[in-house]
C-alpha cells in the first residue's frame, strides 16, 4: 500500500471485513496508516478475569500479542472501561506518571517503543467481554488528531463487528438445524416455487439416489405420482394465502415401483422472498417424505389403542398400509375378500376415514421419523 487509503476507500474495506472475517487484518492495517499510529489491534477482555484475547493485529510483534494474553492484560489501563463508542488515551484513563512506573508500561509498552495508545470500546453485545481496539502510537502522545480520525472510523468498525456476529449466529444456526435434519430417517427436501429442490438431508439424498418414489429431473423434485406432482406444483406456485394452507391437508400416499409405501407432506413456508419478477428466490415449502412400515409392535398397539380396533382389524388395516388393496390383503392374510372388506369398513369407521389412500396417511401419523 502505497501511503494510507483514503477515507471512503478504508470504510469499504471495513465492511468487507464485517462481511469475511479474514480481511480484519488488512483493515486494522488500513486504519492503523489512517490514524498514524505504530501498531492497532482488535481485541477482547473478560470484565471478571481481566484475559484478554487479540483477535486481529497489525504492526506488533507476534511475541508482544502472547505476551498480552498470558499475563499483561491483567494491568493494562483499561481496567475501567470508557462508554462506548469514545476513543480515550492512556492519560484519559490513568495518571500517567504513575502509569509509566508499572509492570504493563515497564514490560509491554517500553520494549515496544511505544508510550501512548488511543482505545476505543467497539463492541458489547456481550456485557462482560467487550471487544475494543486500540492504535499504539509509538514514542509520541495521542493527540486530538489521532483521536478524530479513529472516531470518524469507530461507527463503521462496530457495525461491521456486529455483522460478523450475525452472520456467525446464522452459521452456527443453520449448522445446528443441518445436523438435526440428517439425523431424521425421513427425507426432507426445501423446494422453492418451481419445485426445485433448494436442500435436502441426507435421507433426501438417499431417496433421490435411488431414483424410484421421488428422482431429480433438470433440478425439479418429481415424485412417483402424477397427481401429486400437480398438487406439490400448484401449492407452491400459489400466491398469497394460498400458499400458507395448513399442512395436514397437502399429506399424499406415494408408492415406489417395488411396491413400497410411502407418504409425503408439504409444509408451505412463510419466509417467500420473491423479488420484481416474481420468482421465487427462496424456500417456499418442505416436504417430508417417509416410508410407512410397521416399526415394532408398539406402533400397531398405538394404532388399536387409539381407534379401538380389534386384532383382526389392526391385522387388516396393517396389511392395507403395507401391501395394498383388499385382494392383496385377503390373500396375505388367508382370508376371504369379503372377510377383509367388512373389517376395512368397520376400520373406516373407527378412524372417520373414507379411502384407503387415507389409512396410509393416518398410519404414517404413527410413525416415528427418528428411527429406521
Not at 452459521?171 to 422453492?192: E, H, S, Y
Not at 423479488?275 to 415394532?296: M, P, T, Y
Amino acid at each position: 500500500m502505497h501511503g494510507p487509503q483514503k477515507l471512503p476507500d478504508l470504510v469499504e474495506t471495513i465492511y468487507d471485513a464485517g462481511i469475511d472475517p479474514s480481511r480484519w487484518n488488512e483493515a486494522v492495517a488500513g486504519i492503523r496508516d489512517f490514524v498514524g499510529g505504530q501498531a492497532c489491534g482488535v481485541f477482547s477482555k473478560d470484565s471478571i478475569s481481566k484475559f484478554g484475547v487479540t483477535h486481529y493485529y497489525c504492526g506488533a510483534d507476534p511475541h508482544f500479542i502472547r505476551l498480552y494474553a498470558a499475563t499483561h492484560s491483567k494491568f493494562d489501563p483499561l481496567s475501567v472501561l470508557p462508554p462506548h463508542g469514545r476513543v480515550v488515551s492512556v492519560p484519559d484513563l490513568v495518571e500517567f506518571a504513575e502509569y509509566r512506573k508499572g509492570r504493563f508500561y515497564q514490560e509491554w509498552m517500553q520494549p515496544q517503543g511505544c508510550s501512548d495508545a488511543a482505545n476505543v470500546v467497539l463492541e458489547m453485545s456481550n456485557a462482560n467481554c467487550p471487544v475494543m481496539m486500540t492504535v499504539l502510537s509509538g514514542r509520541r502522545m495521542v493527540d486530538r488528531s489521532m483521536k478524530d480520525r479513529l472516531s470518524l472510523l469507530v461507527p463503521h468498525a462496530s457495525r461491521a463487528l456486529l455483522i460478523n456476529r450475525a452472520m456467525s449466529a446464522q452459521l452456527t444456526l443453520a449448522t445446528a438445524l443441518a445436523d438435526v435434519l440428517d439425523n431424521l430417517t425421513a427425507g426432507i427436501f426445501l423446494l422453492d416455487g418451481l419445485c426445485r429442490v433448494v436442500h435436502a438431508n441426507s435421507a433426501g439424498h438417499a431417496l433421490l439416489a435411488a431414483d424410484d418414489v421421488v428422482r431429480s429431473v433438470a433440478g425439479q423434485l418429481v415424485t412417483s405420482s402424477m397427481e401429486a406432482n400437480q398438487a406439490l406444483r400448484e401449492t407452491l406456485a400459489g400466491r398469497g394465502d394460498h400458499l400458507l394452507v395448513a399442512a395436514s391437508g397437502n399429506a399424499m400416499p406415494l408408492q415406489s415401483s417395488t411396491g413400497g409405501r410411502y407418504v409425503a407432506h408439504l409444509l408451505p413456508l412463510s419466509s417467500v422472498l420473491r423479488n420484481c419478477s416474481e420468482r421465487v428466490v427462496d424456500a417456499a415449502g418442505a416436504l417430508l417424505l417417509r416410508k410407512v412400515s410397521l416399526g415394532g409392535p408398539s406402533y400397531g398397539e398405538l394404532i388399536a389403542r387409539t381407534f379401538d380396533l380389534t386384532p383382526a382389524e389392526l391385522r387388516v388395516l396393517l396389511s392395507i398400509v403395507e401391501i395394498g388393496g383388499v385382494p392383496e390383503t385377503a390373500a396375505a392374510l388367508g382370508i376371504a375378500e369379503t372377510t377383509a372388506k367388512t373389517h376395512l369398513h368397520r376400520i373406516f369407521a373407527k378412524t372417520g376415514v373414507s379411502r384407503q389412500a387415507d389409512l396410509v396417511k393416518l398410519a404414517a401419523g404413527f410413525a416415528n421419523p427418528l428411527v429406521n
